[in-house]
Every structure is written in structure tokens, then in C-alpha cells.
């Protein structure tokens, strides 16, 4: 089956740190990609819809100087947390999907922790 | 604006018993409906998918049922096992693959 690779699984860095983090398809063409953000106990809120070599589109919110999204090929994309602080600290998931109206594979998530 | 919401919040049984989550959602214009299971810290391990044509899907112990005209879908779980104990999550796509998801259902199951 698809699967969705992310890493890395769990990052811990002083505050003010810049942090990347991976989601690679490994056995398909990712024309689309995802990135959720989920705090404890709640659910998955969309941050930003990436599509490959263009724009991410960034949900109401979200700030797209803060949060960097590059989808540069069909099997990578990279969300980089910029000047990283503790309120910046939560589980990040990332999916990928091929075509439209297809399901999306989801990576097993990092968890990010700014001290 | 399509919104999911999940009853219960949470949900403790002892082993064995046969349980149903609830998943309902505001738009009915839905091509698929998915449930996941998240354990603690982890991501997501997709359960059932069921399109819009179908009425309900199973996998092993698992049937999950969709009801598009009122906006609803369960999980059963039979025979619950404490290897089932996790959070649970309907999610429906929304806006050309996007995806919403209910706030999930966490479940314990006791032995």
C-alpha cells in the first residue's frame, strides 16, 4: 500500500530555533500534500495544502512566514517551523495524495517540543 | 463549511463488549467518509474507507455503516479487545481533497 514517510519522529529544541521537518511518499506521486497540526486531546486542524512546484495555500490563521512549506518534487515536502517557541510546540502529521478525490496517506507525525 | 462531530468524547468498556462510535457531519456532499485510529502520540492508521455509494464497509471486527441523507456514520466494534484501546477518528473530505476531522472518540477497553 502507499505509504507516507515523515521525519524526524520527535524534535526537541531551544526556543528560537528554525526546524524542518520531512514527508516523503515512497512508492507513489504525491500531487498533493498536507500538513495538520494537533494539540493534545484534540483533533487534526489543516494548516496548509501543498501542491507540487507551486504555492502552498495556508488556512485562515496560519501563518505562512512562519510556517514554510516547499513542495519542490512529487514525493517531498518540507514544512520548516521558523524562530520556533514553546507555543509553536505541538504534533505536527503531514499527507499525501495522488489525483483527486483519492484517500490520503498519512505519515506517522513529529512531535515537536520548543523549550 | 463542513464540520464533524464525534459523540462520545470518550468511551470506557470492559473487554469484550460490543461497542458503536457515532460520526456525524454538516455537509452530505461527501464522496467518502474514512475512520482512523490514533494511539497516544502516533499518527494515524487508516481503519475504512467507505465511499459515497456504499453503505457500509467491515474489516475483521470492524464495520463502520454511512447514512448520507442525515449526515451520519458508526463504528462497531465487536468483541472489544484492550488491544483496541485508542482514539478514533471520522474524517470526510472537504474542499477538493482537503480533509475534516471530528475530534475523535478516545475508548478504553478494560481486561
Known amino acids: 500500500g502507499a505509504v507516507v514517510s515523515q521525519h524526524p519522529s520527535r524534535v526537541i529544541c531551544k526556543s528560537g530555533t528554525s526546524v524542518k521537518i520531512e514527508c516523503r511518499s515512497l512508492d507513489f506521486q504525491a500531487t498533493t500534500m498536507f500538513w495538520y497540526r494537533q494539540f493534545p486531546k484534540q483533533s487534526l486542524m489543516l494548516m496548509a495544502t501543498?501542491?507540487?512546484?507551486?504555492?502552498?495555500?495556508?488556512e485562515q490563521g496560519v501563518e505562512k512566514d512562519k510556517f514554510l512549506i516547499n513542495h519542490a518534487s512529487l514525493t517531498l515536502s518540507t514544512l520548516t517551523v521558523t524562530s520556533a517557541h514553546p507555543e509553536d510546540s505541538s504534533f505536527y502529521i503531514c499527507?499525501?495524495?495522488?489525483?483527486?478525490?483519492?484517500?490520503?496517506?498519512f505519515g506517522d507525525g513529529t512531535r515537536l517540543s520548543i523549550l | 463549511k463542513q464540520e464533524v462531530t464525534q459523540i462520545p468524547a470518550a468511551l470506557s468498556v470492559p473487554e469484550g463488549e460490543n461497542l458503536v462510535l457515532n460520526c456525524s457531519f454538516t455537509d452530505s456532499a461527501i464522496y467518502n467518509l474514512q475512520w482512523f485510529r490514533q494511539d497516544p502520540g502516533k499518527g494515524l492508521t487508516s481503519l475504512l474507507l467507505?465511499?459515497?455509494?456504499?453503505r457500509e464497509q467491515t474489516s475483521g471486527r470492524l464495520n463502520a455503516s454511512l447514512d448520507k441523507s442525515s449526515g451520519r456514520s458508526t463504528l462497531y466494534i465487536a468483541a472489544s479487545q484492550p488491544g483496541d484501546s485508542a482514539t478514533y477518528l471520522c474524517a470526510v473530505p472537504y474542499n477538493n481533497n482537503d480533509m475534516r476531522f471530528g475530534a475523535g472518540t478516545r475508548l478504553t477497553v478494560k481486561p
Open positions: 501543498s501542491n507540487e512546484g507551486s504555492k502552498a495555500t495556508y
Open positions: 499527507s499525501a495524495v495522488q489525483g483527486t478525490n483519492q484517500p490520503q496517506h
Open positions: 467507505i465511499q459515497s455509494s456504499q
